[in-house]
């Protein structure tokens, strides 16, 4: 047959492949909607004008550069000009797959004469028709037949593993499943020895990263190293290549050379024909198209790590702050209820209004103070709790407090509010204002001050009350604060300086009372500001030739929190006292020297007489000579005693201290007493204790005989007496007990007083003076010491006095 086909043989008609409904989008639709739809490509078209085309290549690209697909507009993603084919260049089939093999693409659009876009020819239809035009050129001749099948076949098988590879590419992300797809399959279609995908690395050098050999040929070039890489320029893809050994076309990744796809054949040279050339480049794009994808997928597997730890990141952050909200909003919460809880619970009233002078708040204080319910008060203006007469000048300083820049201030004192019955009531108030987002809300805090007035009312009664007794009295009293001014004066006080009452108020009391006298007070005045009562005598100048004596007495001042803020004085003129106790001391003194000495004789006298001259003398004559020595006895012990007490009293007497054992002056006074015990019946008990002591032996032992010789008079028959001593944290308490007849409690305190007997008779018949307790006290204050009776009628005495260590 001739090479020309048979008449009856149409090769497949292009306007039958072609697409006249391809996916037309608008140049401002979001890549990110036009995805989903599309499957090969999808062409960007404005009043069926074509603008572009969008490919999978174009969706790669910006999937790498990390595009936001959701705003980006498909009109920036486009490729432009686009290559498309009049329908008067479309004749022939292998002529169109030819322009798409020589410009690398697969889909061409067809456009009408005027440019208008009539629909779509991919690749993948040409060759799909291709196939079955194979199976139609079996009836041509057998020899152009199957040249003619061959190279169909061959460029099926080749549209077939193009279309295999890119649909792996789209289906698989495994790169090294796609290039052994890739090597395994072309070296199978070239019948070629090797396919070999080669990674160039930065240096030059390269390594067989991936291939296909072969059966029978060796050795295997996987994972080998390849130096001085430099791929093979081919210039005419559409011209056979002839006595080369291998086929070496450039991968290209984003633009740049990432190494090669290679087929050799090692034994001799060959041919290699277009469409093998054309082959190898498609899948070399297609390889870089899947490593770009590769790349992209590391890159998105790192940056998604990389975002999923600044995700997790922002998430602890997030419930950090969550958290910290959360506690912010539960403190708000429990410090809006305390707040509340302080605003109800609180004991001052306190109402809110805002600028139109309206209540907003009414706490449960001010319902008790008003007598409203909040349902009744909040909304109405505040002019309600207020008298009439008082209003005006109550909104004039609202509105001028509003627009001061202080933030709160106390209002006046002698204001006046109004209750809901009517009753009008003082009140002291204080306002404060904040900005809110709905204007100026101001906030009154308002007292009841009634009782307060009352009670004011009634202490200036009370101090009118007391500023007459005071004054009335003729005893100077004063109240001097810790800065040791006058406070308070009474007309007494103040009449005694020459001054009037306010004269002294806050004047200090070295001032009035002068530089001298006030070095003489000034220790006890800081004995009282330090928390201590104290009485204390002195004497006064008045003029050069004129004095007085006065007695004082400081009580202090405490506080709750036992802080002294100042002292009471009360200070009397003991002058006229002073006076007569002088007089009564000579007179004493004088009456008992002058009585010692006929006393004496007459003592003497009676002694001689009852000695010599008892005999001559009937019954009722010695009677009376032992009743006249008897009485003379206790006249003289009377004479002693009161003269003692003279010298003590006057400090005529000092005490010579000495270092004593304290149980043997018990035992020695016990010892003295013990015949007038027996004489009596009466048995004495001694528990001493063995203890040194810097002290007046004489003395204690006269104190110690004294108690004993009351004891022993005063005990009945057979009874015991107990002379003991106890040993205390700062002192010695020593102890007489008796089984006596008690001393009532009104006369307990007396007993230690001149003169002062519980049963004068008894006393006289036992031939007391009434002088001995006072005379023990007087000696027990010498030593520091204090003396006291404890008693119980019918039950006994115990009289007790310490010693300091």
Known sequence: MTSEQPKALQRPNLEQLLDRQPLRVHPDTAIAAVIDRMDACALIVLEDKLLGIFTERDLVRLVVKNADLHTTPISAAMTQPVRVLKHSEARDIFKVLSIMQQHRIRQIPMVEENGLLSGLITQTSILQAIGLFNGVLKTADVTQQRQTELALKQQYQQGQLIGNVTRRIRESLELEEILKTAVTEVQAILNCDRVLVIERAADSNAQVIEGSTRLGVQPSLLNQSVS??????????????????????????QSQPWGLLVASQNQSAREWQPFEIELMEHLADQMGV????????????????????????????????????????????????????????????????????????????????????????????????????????????????????????????????????????????????????????????????????????????????????????????????????????????????????????????????????????????????SGQKIHYELTFSISEDQTCDLSATYIPDIDADGKVRGFFALISDISDRKTTERIKAEFVSMVSHELRTPLTSIHGSLKLMSMMMLEDLNPKGKELVAIALKNTDRLGRLINDVLDLERIESGRISLIYQNCDLAKLMTQAAQTMESMARELDVRLVTQPINIT???????????????LSNAIKFSPSDADILLSATEREQDILISVT????????????????????????????????????????????????????????????????????
């Open 693 to 707: 002591l810097s002290l007046d032996p004489d003395r204690i032992t006269q104190m110690l005989t004294n108690l």
């Open 290 to 529: 899947a490593i770009a994808q590769a790349q992209l997928l590391g890159n998105l597997e790192a940056l998604v790590e990389q975002r999923t730890v600044e995700l997790r990141e922002t998430n602890d952050r997030l419930q950090l702050e969550i958290q910290e909200r959360t506690k912010t909003e539960s403190a708000l919460r429990e410090s809006q209820q305390q707040l509340g809880g302080i605003l109800e619970t609180a004991g001052e009233a306190i109402i809110s209004i805002d600028e139109q002078h309206s209540v907003v708040l009414f706490n449960q204080s001010a319902e008790k103070t008003f007598g409203y319910t909040p349902s009744e008060i909040i909304g109405e203006p505040l002019e309600r709790l207020l008298p009439e007469v008082v209003r005006q000048t109550h909104q004039q300083y609202v509105r001028s407090f509003a627009q001061e820049p202080g933030a709160s201030r106390p209002m006046n004192r002698d204001m006046v509010a109004k209750r809901k019955n009517g009753e009008a009531f003082p009140a002291e108030a204080s306002i404060s204002k904040i900005q809110t987002n709905t204007g100026w809300l101001l906030t009154i805090m308002l007292k009841d001050i009634t009782e307060r007035r009352l009670s004011e009312a009634a202490l200036r009664r009370s101090e009118e009350q007391l500023r007459l007794t005071t004054d009335s009295l003729p005893v100077l009293i004063c109240y001097v604060d810790a800065e040791q001014r006058y406070r308070f004066n009474n007309k007494t006080h103040a009449d005694w300086f020459g001054r009037t009452v306010e004269e002294l108020e806050g004047r200090l009391v070295r001032e009035i009372i002068g530089e001298s006298h006030y070095q003489q007070a000034h220790p006890y005045i800081q004995q009282a500001l």
């Open 738 to 805: 008796d089984s006596g007849p008690g001393i009532p409690a009104s006369k307990i305190e007396l007993i230690f007083e001149r003169f002062q007997q519980v049963d004068s008779r008894e006393s006289r018949r036992l031939g007391g003076t009434g002088l001995g307790l006072a005379i023990c006290k007087q000696m027990v204050q010498q030593h520091g010491g204090t003396i006291w009776a404890e008693s119980e009628l019918g039950e006994g005495s115990t009289f007790c006095f310490t010693l300091p260590k």
């Open 228 to 253: 001085g890489l430099v791929p093979a320029t081919i210039s005419d893809p559409g011209v056979p290549q002839t006595g080369v050994a291998s086929l070496e076309i450039a991968i290209y990744v």
